[in-house]
């Protein structure tokens, strides 16, 4: 059962567009992370959201934790060739049965 | 500061082969845990160590094996090789482990295996 969703899956855009990806869940978590990933390396954290309703913003990147804190967005103004790379969002239930949900990813193509 | 390292970067093996994979954390961080990335599947976690021990595990066979080291290195073994175990394999550590909040997980650049 996929409790993670992240929409879309795939999204090809020209530089300077905006663009919105989603990561949706049917359970309510503690925590939400971003991670984004370039070909051939590692992810890479860009942003832990805790509270509902919470809004972060780094640069030209918003990233929004749902008010339920099941689902997040995350908004990127005036996209650029270097945010090419796989968007990851991951849900952490907190406590002694510590849990991570990995969502499959949203692979992003800024073309210039 | 030196990143995450793992070795080899890529390897390919046959079937019924084992691999060992490394992973050296930065330095001072305690928490090591292993993933399996495929197209299909996303990331899906293997296991995690803290100080030597294995703190959680996921939902793979025996097959699949780990260890820490006393100075926080971490390696993975995957015995009895199959097709489907191809992936990149990804280490990330962490300098604590609080059960309390969302963790930040630095990655290695993973290790590509191709099983023919």
């Known amino acids: 059962t996929q409790l993670l969703e992240q929409s879309p899956q795939f999204l090809s855009i020209q530089e300077g567009e905006n663009l919105t990806v989603y990561c949706n869940s049917s359970s309510v978590f503690s925590s939400l992370q971003w991670y984004r990933q370039e070909p051939g390396e590692g992810p890479v954290l860009l942003v832990t959201?805790?509270?509902g309703g919470e809004v972060k913003k780094l640069k030209r990147l918003t990233f929004q934790f749902g008010d339920a804190r099941k689902d997040s967005s995350l908004h990127i103004t005036a996209a650029q060739p270097g945010d090419t790379g796989l968007y990851l969002c991951v849900l952490w239930r907190t406590g002694n049965n510590r849990k991570l949900i990995w969502g499959l990813g949203t692979s992003l193509a800024v073309n210039p | 500061k030196a990143g995450v390292t793992q070795t080899p970067r890529y390897l390919i093996k046959t079937r019924g082969q084992q691999v060992t994979l490394s992973c050296s954390p930065i330095?001072?961080?305690?928490?090591v845990s292993w993933y399996q990335q495929t197209p299909g599947q996303g990331l899906q976690f293997l296991f995690e160590y803290f100080s030597e021990t294995q703190r959680n595990k996921g939902n793979f066979p025996g097959r699949f094996s780990g260890r820490q080291f006393s100075n926080s290195r971490s390696e993975m073994n995957v015995s009895t090789l199959e097709l489907g175990d191809s992936a990149l394999y990804l280490c990330a550590s962490s300098g604590y482990r609080d059960t309390s909040a969302a963790n930040v997980l630095t990655f290695g650049a993973g290790s590509r295996l191709t099983v023919l």
């Open positions: 959201v805790v509270t």
């Open positions: 330095s001072g961080h305690r928490s």
